[in-house]
Nanobody, 115 residues
Framework: QVQLVESGGGLVQAGETLRLSCAAS????????MGWYRQAPGKERELVAI???????DYADSVKGRFTISRDNAKTTVYLQMTSLKPEDTAVYYC?????????WGQGTQVTVSA
């Protein structure tokens, strides 16, 4: 079992910055992928950014150049640095962990960006 706890969400104005964090605990495999997804009201969940245990990253086109995903040295915590936030970034952001056996989801953290 893997537990994921997100933090860092909140209410900000357009153009401002937030940093989300997700701490993973439990049975962590050395080779894994962690990432951030988001879901806005009335929309399906979408990928925001992912990072592998090897450090490779990928981003949704809508956040490229604005968001940066990273991991700590132990690779059990993932961060999402969100700059130049836009109202359309408003969503519940979910942390995800996946390895050869399973995928897991965090409880989500609300990000609200006002115009």
């Amino acid at each position: 079992q893997v537990q994921l706890v997100e933090s860092g969400g909140g209410l900000v104005q357009a153009g401002e910055t937030l940093r989300l964090s997700c701490a993973a605990s439990g049975s962590i495999f050395s080779i894994n992928v962690m990432g951030w997804y988001r879901q806005a009201p009335g929309k399906e969940r979408e990928l925001v950014a992912i990072i592998t245990s090897g450090g490779s990253t990928d981003y949704a086109d809508s956040v490229k150049g604005r968001f940066t995903i990273s991991r700590d040295n132990a690779k059990t915590t993932v961060y999402l640095q969100m700059t130049s936030l836009k109202p359309e970034d408003t969503a519940v952001y979910y942390c995800n962990y996946g390895d050869v056996r399973n995928t897991y989801w965090g409880q989500g953290t609300q990000v609200t960006v006002s115009a």
